[in-house]
Structures are given as structure tokens and as C-alpha cells.
């Protein structure tokens, strides 16, 4: 059993002809609404993979968490650690894709930031994943009680604290964040997730390369939602005892796999899409 902790979002995308340089306006673009939040996100694309998962995580007590729940709902993740907050908004996410799938993203919290540290429960687990989504204090107390894998996706980035990258056996970061955290990361001995956008990924452990994979060529028309689909597909991976190889080969397919649809969460497949696709 899988529990993610993080945050729940509205997504507000609009996919627009370029992206706006500061100060312009881009015309004719087409507005859609989908349930994001990495935490939810990485919930949603594991209980799909098969996983039995649980999300931890705050919405405020509005429309907007509906709306944020659904799929999850749908594809039955347990919520029952998913509070409403009456004093608080429903993080929303104000996304800008253009025609060659490039993102922007600004990110209004509301109640992924009014997750209070005390007190947090957390399901029974094998693995416990968490994003940067949510107050950092949250994640030190997930991380004090966490049982099984510890499992850390460093986005949005910001330094980790030491005390939580020294519980931390999986931390996986994309390329730009990777660079952010160099001297971070210097003091980590855990696992080292790196993605390398279509490129692929690449796994480490003090700067030993333990294994590489590229994804499937694929006509990527929106990478949002990639890396959370990454995330929950490594974690899975290991959760199912494969290596070092197949876990990042794996994770790498469903990575290419949201690529291929828009929005975040309904772009995230079911094992049987991935065997439809890419005959694994
Ligand atoms: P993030 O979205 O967090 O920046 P990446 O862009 O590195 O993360 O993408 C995460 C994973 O998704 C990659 O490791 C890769 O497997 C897959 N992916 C991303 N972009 C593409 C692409 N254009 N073609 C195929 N796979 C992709």
C-alpha cells in the first residue's frame, strides 16, 4: 500500500497559440478544468498503475474541491485522510500550454498551504511518497513517521532540509531542478531519480550511475503531469521489487504515456494502456 501526502489543485489550463513573454497578451486560447496538484496527481497516476493508494492531503470546503476530487474518486483512492478546511480556498494551478506542449505555471496554494504538521495520520504503508507542495514542517513530520520506502519528488523546487534528506531513500527531480539542488545534494546517499524530459532518466546513488532508460518516442502534445507520472510509476516499480533498470524503463513509459493526452491527471494510464501502446 501506497501513501501519497501532498497537495490538491484545480487546474485552470489555457492552451494558448505561445506562451506570453511578461507584459503580453496572447489571444485565442481555449480554457479547460481538470483536477491537479502533484500530490493528487502522483495518487491518481498510482492507483491506476494498480496500486493501492491512499491521499493525505487539505482542499478548503468549496466547489473547486469537488471538482479537484473527481477522479480520484472515481478511480477510488482512499480520501479519508483528505480534509475540507473551512477557513481556506482550494489551491488552483493557472496553467498556459502552447502548440508544442511547453508550460507555465503559477500556483495559488489555499489549503495545500494551511496543512498543519499536528497532528498527521498516516494510513498503514510500504512506501510513503510526498512532493514540496505542502509546508515543509508537514514533510518532516511525514518523513519522522513514515514506514517502508520514504519517497521524495523535490518540486516545486526548494532546498531539503538535512534532517529530511537523511530519511529520504528515493528523491527524484527533473534535470533543472537537479541543478537547483547540486550542493544540496552533495550530503544524500539515498537513491537520485533524475529526469531528462524526452530524454528519459537516469538513476544514481553518490553520483553512481545505477541505471539509464529513455522513454518510447512519442508525440508529445502536453508534458504536464509528466514528472508526476514518473514519480508514482518509480515508486510503484520498487514497490513491486523490480530493479533498478525495468523500475526507471517503467517509469519512463508512463512518463512518455501523459505526455500523450492533455491535462494531468486524465492524461495518467492504466496498466492496460501502457500494454496497448507500447506492448510491454
Ligand atoms: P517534469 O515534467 O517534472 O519537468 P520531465 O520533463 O523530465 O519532468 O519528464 C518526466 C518524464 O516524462 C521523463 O523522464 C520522460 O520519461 C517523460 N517525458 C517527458 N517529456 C517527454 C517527451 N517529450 N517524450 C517522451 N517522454 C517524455
Not at 545505477?210 to 515508486?235: H, K, Q
Request: hydrophobic residues 45%; proline residues 6%.
Amino acid at each position: 500500500r501506497l501513501v501519497v501526502l501532498g497537495s490538491v489543485n484545480l487546474d485552470i489550463v489555457a492552451h494558448a497559440p505561445h506562451l506570453p513573454r511578461p507584459g503580453e497578451t496572447v489571444s485565442g486560447a481555449a480554457l479547460s478544468r481538470y483536477p491537479g496538484g502533484k500530490g493528487a496527481n502522483q495518487a491518481l497516476a498510482a492507483k491506476r498503475l494498480g496500486a493501492d493508494v491512499s491521499l493525505c492531503a487539505r482542499t478548503g470546503q468549496d466547489a473547486d474541491a469537488d471538482a479537484a476530487l473527481a477522479l480520484l474518486k472515481a478511480d477510488g483512492v482512499d480520501l479519508s485522510q483528505c480534509l475540507a478546511l473551512p477557513n481556506a480556498q482550494t489551491g488552483v494551478a493557472l496553467i498556459i500550454v502552447d502548440e508544442k506542449g511547453e508550460n507555465q505555471i503559477t500556483v495559488a496554494s489555499g489549503a495545500n498551504h494551511s496543512f498543519q504538521a499536528d497532528p498527521l495520520h498516516l494510513p498503514p504503508h510500504d512506501a510513503l511518497l510526498c512532493q514540496l507542495e505542502v509546508p515543509i514542517e508537514v514533510i518532516r513530520q511525514a518523513s519522522t513517521k513514515a514506514s517502508g520506502l520514504f519517497c521524495l519528488n523535490a518540486a516545486p523546487v526548494k532546498p531539503v532540509p538535512p534532517d529530511i534528506l537523511s530519511r529520504t531513500d528515493l528523491l527524484i527531480v527533473n534535470e533543472s531542478e537537479a541543478e537547483a539542488l547540486e550542493e544540496n545534494l552533495r550530503d544524500y546517499h539515498g537513491i537520485l531519480a533524475i529526469t531528462l524530459g524526452a530524454r528519459g532518466a537516469i538513476l544514481q546513488r553518490d553520483g553512481a550511475i545505477l541505471a539509464r532508460a529513455a522513454p518510447p518516442s512519442v508525440e508529445a502534445i502536453d508534458t504536464v503531469g509528466a514528472g508526476d507520472a514518473f514519480c508514482a510509476a518509480l515508486v510503484i516499480a520498487f514497490l513491486e521489487g523490480k530493479g533498478y533498470q525495468e523500475a526507471v524503463e517503467f517509469a519512463c513509459r508512463v512518463g512518455a504515456f501523459a505526455t500523450t493526452r492533455k491535462g494531468a491527471q486524465p492524461a495518467m494510464p492504466y496498466r492496460a494502456d501502457l500494454d496497448s501502446l507500447f506492448n510491454l
